[in-house]
Structure formats: structure tokens, C-alpha cells
């Protein structure tokens, strides 16, 4: 638990946080309201950089979530785990998307390609 400041915060402004504590906040229960079906992996690679995925951070990831347009999904594709955008095309079928600063190119959601959950949150440490 970790008291909650009961106050937005400006960035690049001084806040006058701690005259607004609130309740401690279970950044468990916030984050993860599903533990059973969630899992944490951790990013390697570049290819979600655009979305504020980097190398390094962690993902939280609920199994039991159905992917929507414009989710962030953890996807099994060529036998390993892979962090893509899921988006329908204009005829409706499904693909796996980069956001990396290099384009690549979309991967067809197929048969042998299974969404294997949906990215709820994710982690960085900053020191």
C-alpha cells in the first residue's frame, strides 16, 4: 500500500502534494484486478517504443481480457511471445501491429497466431 495523493499533479509545476493525502492505494488491486488470469513479462526489443513500451519494462498481462481494436496484446506468433497493437484492416481482418521508430510491417492474425492476452499495465522503474 502507498498513500495516494488526493491531487493531480502538473508536470514542470511544484505541487503541494503532501496537504492532500488521501487513502493508501493497493496498487495491486488498482493495477491487477483479475490475479488469476494475469501474468508480468518483461520487454526486450524496440518494436512498441512509440507506444511507451521499452526494453526493460514490465507488462502486466490479463489472460482472460478479449483483445479490441487498438489493444496492446501479447500474441504468440512464430513460436515466441511477441508485445503488438491489434487492429482490423479495412476489410475487417485482424493484424498485429509495430509502433516502433523503425516501421515494420504488420503481421496477418492467422491460424497459427494466438492472442494470448491483453496488456492491462505497464512497469518502469526510473532508478
Known amino acids: 500500500m502507498i ?3 488526493h491531487a493531480d499533479i502538473q508536470a514542470g509545476f511544484p505541487s503541494p502534494a503532501e496537504d492532500f493525502l488521501d487513502h493508501p492505494l ?4 488498482w493495477l491487477n484486478p483479475q490475479p488469476a488470469s494475469s501474468f508480468l513479462l518483461r520487454v526486450s526489443g524496440e518494436s512498441m517504443r512509440r507506444a511507451g513500451i521499452l526494453p526493460g519494462d514490465l507488462i502486466l498481462v490479463d489472460r482472460a481480457l478479449t483483445a479490441k481494436e487498438n489493444d496492446v496484446v501479447v500474441a504468440i506468433l512464430d ?3 511477441t508485445v503488438k ?3 482490423h484492416d479495412r476489410q475487417g481482418r485482424p493484424w498485429l501491429v509495430a509502433e516502433s521508430p523503425t516501421p515494420l510491417p504488420p503481421f496477418p492474425l492467422d ?3 494466438l492472442i494470448w492476452g ?3 499495465a505497464v512497469v518502469r522503474k526510473m532508478k
Open 3 to 5: 498513500p495516494l495523493a
Open 26 to 29: 493497493d496498487l495491486e488491486a
Open 79 to 81: 513460436g515466441g511471445f
Open 85 to 87: 497493437r491489434f487492429r
Open 111 to 113: 491460424a497459427d497466431t
Open 118 to 120: 491483453v496488456v492491462r
